[in-house]
Structure formats: C-alpha cells, structure tokens
C-alpha cells in the first residue's frame, strides 16, 4: 500500500495578512497556500489590529490552504504559527482581549521607551541583560505605554501574549512563546532570571488538547522540557528578567511560558480549535516564533545551515538579519535569540515597500514606473519616513523631500523614493556585519551573496535599487513564502524531532537565482547620507510638543502636489 503523505501547517500571521503553506513534510513542496487579509487602524502614530480577526484569518487561511491542496484533513500532521513580533496582545478574564493590540510600528510608546534606556544603568545594560536597548517598537516599552494612557486596562490584565504566542494558545489552550520571540519583548535576556509565565496549566507544561501530559514541563525562564528535552545554546541560557519586570510592573504569571525552541512539541488541537480548523485533533502544535525567526528558518539560517550570511527583507518594514553564534552588543541592533539556540541580531527599518507605495500612490505611478533619483533632476533625494524610524532612531521623524527643480521628473522622485528605503536598510546591514565582527569592505565579506527575500524582492525596482546601492551580488529565493515555509519547518520538526534548519536545507527552500554584483553607487549613497546627517538634528528629530513652535510633528509628512510634479 502507498505510504500517505505527512502535511504540515506554516502559518505566517503578518502585519497586513494571514499566509497558511500546506507543505509536504518529507520533500518541502509547497501544495497550496492559503490567505485571508488583517485590518490595521490608526494615525499620529498609532497602529492597531484586532486579535480577533488574526484568528479569523488564520482559520480561513488554514482551511484554504488544506482545501486547495488536495488532501484529506486526516494527512495533516502538525501546524506551527510565526507571527509579526513585539504586538502587544492583553487579555482579560474570559481569555479574550481586552482591547486591540498594539503592534510592532506603534510609536506612541516612544517617550516610555527613551525613559526606560536611562534606567538599569543606561543602554548598555539594557543591551548585556536583553540584547536590546528599548526603543518605540519593543513589547517593553508598548506595556509601559498602555500603564501611562489606559491604566484601568492595565489592571483587568490577566494575561500579556505576544501575537503568536496568542494564536498558539488558541490552538492548545496553552500560553508558551520561544526564546526568539521571547527576545523581542525587552523582558527576556540572559539566564539567571524568574520563571517567567509560571507553568503552562494546573503546575505542568504544555500538554495535548486533550489534557494528556507532553513529556514534560515548559516553564518560562528558560527551564522549558518539552518532547525535545532540555535546549542548548541562546534558549537555555534566556530567561524573563525579574528585575525588568518588577521596573515594568509586570507580574511574570501574566506571561507565557518559554519553550526550548519553536519546534518543540507543546501539544495537539483543542476540541474547539480542531472544530475551527476542520482539522483532526491529534493535529501536533509546536511552540512557534517570531516572523523573522521563521524565515530565517526557512532560508536555512542557523546551527545546522548557514551562518553569518546576511539577509534583506523587503516588507512593510525593511529588515537585516543574520545567523550567528555570537549575540553582537550594539545599541542599533535587536540582539534576538534565534529559535534553534543561535542567534539573530537585526536590524529593522519601519519604512520600506509600504512608504514607497505611498509616493506611487502620490505621483500618481506604478510602483516600477521608476528611475534614479540623480537623473534628470539633479539629485533629489526622498528619506520616507512617514511612520516616524526605527534604526536610524527617530520615531518622531516624518518624511523629507529635497531637491526639487522645475524640471524635476517625477519618476526620478520615486526612485528617489526607493533608494531613501533602500539606503537605510544597506547602512543598517553594513552595522550589523561590522557589530559581528565582520568588516562590509572586506573582499570575503562584500562578495559573501547578499539574501533579498520579502515582497519587495520580487519587483524589478528594489531588485536594483539595493544591487546598485550596495554592490553585493544577490540571491533571490524562489520560494516566495519563507516565513510560512520556515514555520511549516517548526511543525515538521514538532512531529518528527527533526533540527527544523537541516529540513529547509533538505528541502531547498532558500535557493534561487543568483545575481552578479554590480558597482556600487557611492555618488548616491553619499548624497543620501550627507541630506540625513544634516537633516536629523532638526527636521527629524522634532517632538510632537515642537508642531507649534514651528517644528514637525510625527504625524507631518513634507507635502508634494503630485498634480504639479506630474506636469513637469
């Protein structure tokens, strides 16, 4: 009789959308892929999203994705969930949330970020016991804000998730994270520390829907035991920090347990969530991670693949990641665990394909109907920071246009557009490298392939833009979903004990077209990096308080009449 075949669940809960991969345990192929879209509201700063419809989504996607493969329920095997990491998810006393989350690009947490950097001895502290100085987007700093502005809320608090750890408990009834997501929060860093999250139910750790036990405890901290047993490397030696928690006011029974890694196997489906899922319970759940964890996975990046071979990630934000061994203490840097016990520092920008779209829309272009910021209007130059910006650090900046003429081509002004996104993202990867260790110049590091993955990475523009501005060749990865892909890994590492890493490797998901180097653009790039230094003492750098004294507030973007620049 044929063998019937093994599929796994990846799911990706992004900022923007809900992606299921119905992947082929045994071979990596991608069957289908299911999607259904997320709402994001807000302004002056403020990003929101329901987690309710993160579940909504994630049913709909899943259901999707095991309709149009084309296999039965019963040849679904596990499911892990990656999702957009930092949101801050509270919960109330029926399990549900209390309100709508705060996510990742939120900026209104900026001034409890700054004040909480000048505590515990200052940033490098902060970057010894976390790997990470707080800023705007960190967990951390989202928990303070809700305390300062919703106090009432804060105390209702019976449980603080971050977004995945919230769709996992919601498959399980369990509340457990992993170490790399874990390491987003600002709460979790070196060992040492509380317990946090207490056990996962009545005493023990993560168990199957149907309350038979797991093999063992995961309890936060560190000390997780799951079918994996004790982890190694960054997980073992993390736990929830007791005296940042105790800064924070934050009782570390609200958080989830920590589990060795993501695919560690915390249980099977709920009744209701196998229900929801039309899927069988004895469905294994792993602990799941962080999006960037998980497509680090699914590029095969980590202890049983690739290490320090960097990363670009052209999304809502732009990221910079690479593997390593090390954790690098550099305050522009996340100094994130990785799930499989190495780590992950990054690199983020809030500003990346969405802020260019956003010029198209305003010029009223196709996002590719684009050309060099240097030709034909004399150098214009567009730093789109219209979310305020992560890395560099200035969450009250608005976007700045210059360079403006008469005879200014619109289309160099998208361009423009694109090398502002792009630049910051490469100059945040040359620190990175250079906070590894690694030297960017260097002839072995620059000729070290250079990994563009993300949405961007499929349109023709970015594809150049970032070739031209930083000279490295590219390897751009046929598989389009790696975030679902590298989740989808976690679950079949769940179900068979596998290094999720050394499946990915297996199954090829991070191979493509490679990419010659071309030669770097340094008039651009200089030109760009001489309008930010300038430009950030000032006009960057304003407060909301500055607006009516004649600064800028993070809610101003520089205002262009698109009908005008469209006349020439």
């Known amino acids: 009789m044929p063998t019937r075949r093994s599929v796994v669940i990846g799911v990706d809960s992004s900022t923007q959308s809900t992606k299921a991969a119905a992947v082929d345990a045994d071979t990596g192929e991608l069957l289908a892929v299911g999607r259904a879209p997320h709402t994001v509201t807000g302004s002056a700063g403020a990003r929101e999203s329901d987690p309710e419809e993160w579940w909504t989504a994630l049913v709909t996607a899943v259901r999707a994705a095991v309709r149009d493969a084309g296999v039965p329920a019963g040849a679904v095997t596990g499911i892990a969930v990656a999702g957009q990491q930092h949101g801050l998810v509270t919960l109330g006393a029926d399990g549900r949330p209390l309100r709508p989350a705060l996510l990742w690009n939120d900026t209104r947490s900026a001034p409890q970020a700054a004040a909480l950097a000048a505590r515990l001895g200052g940033p490098a502290a902060w970057l010894e016991r976390?790997?990470?100085?707080?800023?705007?987007?960190?967990?951390?700093?989202?928990?303070?804000?809700?305390?300062?502005?919703?106090?009432?809320?804060?105390?209702?608090?019976?449980?603080?998730?971050?977004?995945?750890?919230?769709l996992t408990e919601r498959l399980t009834g369990i509340a457990v994270t992993d170490p790399g997501d874990a390491s987003g929060t600002c709460w979790y860093g070196r060992g040492g520390g509380a317990r946090g999250g207490g056990d996962a139910r009545d005493g023990g750790g993560p168990q199957d829907g149907d309350g038979a036990r797991d093999g063992g405890g995961a309890q936060g901290g560190g000390g997780a035991k799951g079918a994996e047993g004790e982890a190694s490397g960054a997980g073992a030696s993390g736990a929830y920090d007791p005296e940042i928690l105790d800064l924070i006011g934050l009782d570390p029974a609200l958080l989830s347990a920590v589990a060795p890694g993501g695919a560690t196997r915390v249980g099977t489906l709920t009744a209701a969530a196998a229900e929801a899922l039309g899927l069988p319970r004895s469905v294994v759940v792993a602990a799941g991670t962080g999006d960037n964890m998980a497509a680090a996975v699914g590029l095969g990046l980590g202890g049983a693949g690739l290490l320090d071979h960097p990363v670009v990630s052209l999304g809502t934000s732009g990221t910079v990641f690479a593997a390593t061994r090390a954790r690098p203490a550099d305050p522009g840097l996340a100094g994130f665990a990785a799930t499989d016990g190495t780590y992950l520092p990054l690199g983020c920008t809030l500003n990346c394909t969405l802020a260019v779209d956003r010029f198209a829309t305003l010029l009223g272009l196709d996002r590719?109907?684009?050309?060099?910021?240097?030709?034909?209007?004399?150098?214009?130059?567009?730093?789109?920071?219209?979310?305020?910006?992560?890395?560099?650090?200035?969450?009250?900046?608005?976007?700045?246009?210059?360079?403006?003429?008469?005879?200014?081509?619109?289309?160099?002004?998208?361009?423009?557009?694109?090398e502002g996104a792009a630049f910051t993202v490469l100059r945040a990867l040359d620190h990175l490298l250079a906070a590894c260790g690694l030297d960017p110049a260097a002839p072995d590091v620059r000729d070290r392939p250079l990994r563009l993955i993300g949405g961007g990475a499929r349109g023709r523009a970015w594809t150049e833009t970032v070739r031209r501005l930083s000279g490295r060749p590219l390897v751009v990865p046929a598989a389009e979903e790696l975030v679902a892909l590298g989740a989808a890994a976690l679950a079949a590492g769940a179900v068979t004990g596998a290094d999720p890493v050394a499946l990915t490797t297996a199954?090829?998901?991070?191979?493509?077209?490679?990419?010659?180097?071309?030669?770097?653009?340094?008039?651009?790039?200089?030109?760009?990096?001489?309008?930010?230094?300038?430009a950030t003492p000032t006009l960057l750098s304003s407060t909301v308080e500055e607006v009516g004294q004649g600064g800028r507030g993070e809610a101003d973007v520089v205002e262009v009449d698109a009908a005008s620049l469209a006349d020439g």
């Open 368 to 418: 590719e109907d684009a050309a060099p910021g240097g030709i034909g209007g004399g150098g214009v130059v567009v730093l789109p920071y219209l979310d305020g910006e992560r890395t560099p650090d200035l969450p009250h900046a608005a976007g700045l246009v210059t360079g403006l003429r008469h005879g200014t081509d619109p289309r160099s002004i998208l361009g423009a557009a694109y």
């Open 507 to 534: 199954w090829g998901t991070g191979t493509g077209e490679v990419l010659p180097a071309v030669g770097r653009d340094e008039e651009t790039w200089h030109r760009i990096a001489g309008v930010l230094s300038a």
């Open 130 to 166: 976390t790997g990470s100085v707080p800023v705007a987007s960190m967990t951390a700093a989202k928990w303070q804000w809700l305390r300062a502005h919703e106090p009432r809320h804060a105390e209702a608090v019976t449980g603080v998730r971050l977004p995945h750890d919230h």
